[in-house]
């Protein structure tokens, strides 16, 4: 088992930036792949950005190109996200998930969860 804990979301006003962290835990030699998600009310869950546990290949949703950086820090465990010019449309409760398999973009393919971090952007 893999344990995913966030934090970093808050409120922000648009133009804004925040950094959200995911603290792994457990099994982490069994992770592949992990990636944030994010899920607005009444909407489904979204990729946003992946990476390979080990560092290497990054993929972004068109949506956050330009604007968003994915890392990892596996000495520390730890996958971030740095968000720069944030929109009211990037309000959602943002997660982290992890993956055994390769990286995929849907959501159902992974195998691990954390709980969530709400970001909040302000016109």
């Known amino acids: 088992q893999v344990q995913l804990v966030e934090s970093g979301g808050g409120s922000v006003q648009a133009g804004g930036s925040l950094r959200l962290s995911c603290a792994a835990s457990g099994r982490t030699s069994s992770v592949n792949a992990m990636g944030w998600f994010r899920q607005a009310p009444g909407k489904e869950r979204e990729f946003v950005a992946g990476i390979r546990w080990t560092g290497g290949s990054i993929y972004y949703a068109d949506s956050v190109k330009g604007r968003f950086t994915i890392s990892t820090d596996n000495a520390k465990n730890r996958l971030d996200l740095q968000m720069n010019s944030l929109k009211p449309e990037d309000t959602a409760v943002y997660l982290c998930?992890?993956?055994?398999?390769?990286?995929?973009?849907?959501?159902?393919?992974?195998?691990?969860w954390g709980q969530g971090t709400q970001v909040t952007v302000s016109s």
């Open positions: 998930a992890a993956r055994r398999g390769i990286f995929n973009v849907m959501s159902g393919q992974y195998d691990y």
